[in-house]
């Protein structure tokens, strides 16, 4: 009789089950991570199981971040730059993060539909990523994930966002070289780029270029740029014919040359364990505070309370509440 798979070993010790070993993860192999890309995504025990297990294989993966305004042909632009890449040799890992459906809370999948070309290289591994409302565009386990990739040996991990409005500019906490896309032709997305998205891109991309106004848009985002008191190369692309598509690669290329120091896998969770914590935060006002805030909002307008005291006051009930809310007490 055939024996069952035997289960593997964690670094730490940790038995994780079958198909999430380590090894075959190290070694590239397709299978394992898919499996390790799911359990990391969930949250599973399996999944911080492996997480300790990849814990010293990481930190060699260049991370790029993909973000922009929607329409801008953010995955038309990836799925150019993943051949450019595999031409130079680059495996290339993908985190497409797709709206979540509402009725499944799963990835819709359309960013993995339109790259669709390398479906077939063993060099390629894409994954859609279901947003799941959260609102920066991007998966609250999108660095598990890039761990799993980096520990699985691709060279580049590119992370595209849903697509993006004046405050979300996560991507910042993510990558090593931020993409900023815009087109030409998307209305007021040049001044949502000046409020918020612009001042965290690396680099800024203008596809589209073989409309019209594609000068004219390059000419404003260099302008910006100028204004923003450092340099950024502008870089216009026709991603659909692939023009100019290999001056950005030229581009993240000199960049991560240029770089000091990487983000590292901590740097980087450390970044997202904060803004976990403060998303949880305001969730937690919304949802269980909102009396005792207006409460204190009147102390605050009758001059018997200042807002330094009530925030502190807010403080101390919020932790009341998570101790109170913890399976533990604790």
């Given at each position: 009789?055939?024996?069952?798979?035997?289960?593997?070993?964690?670094?730490?010790?940790?038995?994780?089950?079958?198909?999430?070993?380590?090894?075959?993860?190290?070694?590239?192999?397709?299978?394992?991570?898919?499996?390790?890309?799911?359990?990391?995504?969930?949250?599973?025990?399996?999944?911080?199981?492996?997480?300790?297990?990849?814990?010293?294989?990481?930190?060699?993966?260049?991370?790029?971040?993909?973000?922009?305004?929607?329409?801008?042909?953010?995955?038309?632009?990836?799925?150019?730059?993943?051949?450019?890449?595999?031409?130079?040799?680059?495996?290339?890992?993908?985190?497409?993060?797709?709206?979540?459906?509402?009725?499944?809370?799963?990835?819709?999948?359309?960013?993995r539909i339109r790259m669709s070309d390398h479906g077939g290289d063993e060099g390629v591994f894409i994954r859609s990523v279901a947003s799941r409302?959260?609102?920066?565009?991007?998966?609250?386990?999108?660095?598990?994930?890039?761990?799993?990739?980096?520990?699985?040996?691709?060279?580049?991990?590119?992370?595209?966002?849903?697509?993006?409005?004046?405050?979300?500019?996560?991507?910042?906490?993510?990558?090593?070289?931020?993409?900023?896309?815009?087109?030409?032709?998307?209305?007021?997305?040049?001044?949502?780029?000046?409020?918020?998205?612009?001042?965290?891109?690396?680099?800024?991309?203008?596809?589209?270029?073989?409309?019209?106004?594609?000068?004219?848009?390059?000419?404003?985002?260099?302008?910006?740029?100028?204004?923003?008191?450092?340099?950024?190369?502008?870089?216009?692309?026709?991603?659909?014919?692939?023009?100019?598509?290999?001056?950005?690669?030229?581009?993240?290329?000199?960049?991560?040359?240029?770089?000091?120091?990487?983000?590292?896998?901590?740097?980087?969770?450390?970044?997202?364990?904060?803004?976990?914590?403060?998303?949880r935060f305001r969730d937690l006002l919304n949802r269980s505070l909102s009396e005792e805030i207006e409460t204190l909002a009147r102390e605050i307008?009758?001059?018997?309370?200042?807002?330094?005291?009530?925030?502190?006051?807010?403080?101390?009930?919020?932790?009341?509440?998570?101790?109170?809310?913890?399976?533990?007490?604790?």
């Amino acid at each position: 009789m055939a024996q069952p798979p035997k289960e593997a070993a964690s670094a730490t010790g940790a038995e994780l089950p079958a198909g999430l070993d380590p090894e075959r993860l190290f070694s590239g192999d397709r299978v394992a991570l898919a499996r390790a890309l799911t359990a990391a995504e969930n949250e599973t025990p399996a999944g911080l199981a492996l997480a300790r297990a990849i814990a010293g294989h990481l930190g060699n993966a260049l991370v790029l971040g993909f973000t922009g305004a929607p329409g801008a042909g953010k995955s038309t632009l990836v799925n150019a730059c993943i051949g450019e890449l595999r031409r130079r040799g680059r495996s290339v890992g993908v985190l497409a993060v797709d709206p979540s459906s509402p009725v499944t809370g799963g990835a819709i999948l359309g960013d993995r539909i339109r790259m669709s070309d390398h479906g077939g290289d063993e060099g390629v591994f894409i994954r859609s990523v279901a947003s799941r409302g959260h609102l920066g565009g991007l998966s609250a386990t999108t660095s598990r994930l890039i761990d799993v990739m980096d520990a699985a040996g691709k060279d580049v991990v590119i992370v595209e966002t849903v697509g993006t409005g004046q405050s979300e500019v996560e991507i910042a906490d993510l990558a090593d070289i931020r993409i900023i896309v815009n087109a030409p032709g998307l209305g007021d997305d040049i001044q949502a780029l000046k409020a918020g998205i612009l001042e965290i891109g690396d680099i800024l991309v203008v596809n589209k270029g073989d409309r019209p106004e594609a000068g004219e848009c390059a000419r404003q985002l260099s302008a910006m740029a100028a204004m923003g008191g450092r340099e950024r190369p502008v870089i216009v692309t026709t991603a659909t014919t692939g023009e100019g598509v290999d001056k950005l690669v030229d581009a993240i290329g000199e960049l991560a040359a240029k770089m000091h120091r990487r983000l590292s896998p901590a740097g980087r969770a450390a970044r997202i364990l904060r803004l976990d914590a403060q998303r949880r935060f305001r969730d937690l006002l919304n949802r269980s505070l909102s009396e005792e805030i207006e409460t204190l909002a009147r102390e605050i307008t009758a001059g018997r309370s200042g807002f330094a005291d009530a925030a502190k006051t807010v403080i101390r009930k919020a932790a009341e509440r998570l101790r109170a809310e913890s399976p533990h007490g604790k």
